[in-house]
């Protein structure tokens, strides 16, 4: 299982980038962490990030071929980009949006998601662990349909 982890704009300045919102931790150790956890979860995490919205654009297009999902921290385009839910779309992979912050709680604008209606599901507000639980949420999503797609019982414990 492939999971393409995609990173929105300015999150390459995580760890400097307004802490008291975001917290410490670096692009580098949310995809470290996630990486650790594919390999326990026998996925890969396959991670991208770009502050051009084209070159997520491109990104999607390209590895819909070989990824399973997506996870996607949108960050500000998830609340401004048609764009960006029109490529997730077009990859016809079952997505997850997270967010470290919760845009909820923040100011109005960051309340609406273009991609939340369409997502598997939402984390947000749990900073690193946002990621970390989307992931697990969306590879076992991803099982559950492989169970569904072979026709066979779900295996008993
Ligand atoms: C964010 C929340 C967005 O509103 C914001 O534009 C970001 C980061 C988050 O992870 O909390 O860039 O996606």
């Known amino acids: 299982m492939r999971i393409a982890v995609v ?9 400097v980038r307004e802490p008291e919102v975001y917290g410490t931790a670096t692009l580098a150790d949310i995809d470290a962490a996630l990486a650790e956890l594919a390999e326990e979860a026998g996925a890969v995490a396959e991670a991208f990030q770009s ?10 297009a390209n590895a819909r071929d070989r990824i399973d999902g997506v996870l996607i921290n949108p960050a500000g385009l998830g609340h401004t980009s048609v764009a960006l839910l029109d490529g997730l779309l077009a990859t016809g992979k079952p997505f997850v949006e ?17 991609l939340a209606p369409a997502a598997v599901g939402v984390v947000a507000g749990f900073g690193v662990d946002s990621y970390l639980s989307g992931f697990r949420c969306l590879v076992n999503h991803l099982a559950r349909c492989g169970e569904a797609d072979s026709g066979d019982p779900p295996a008993r414990r």
């Open 51 to 60: 502050n051009s919205q084209g070159a997520i654009l491109d990104y999607l």
């Open 7 to 15: 990173h929105g704009p300015n999150l390459n300045l995580l760890g």
């Open 98 to 114: 997270v967010h470290l912050s919760n845009p909820a709680s923040r100011e109005r604008f960051r309340r609406h998601s273009f």
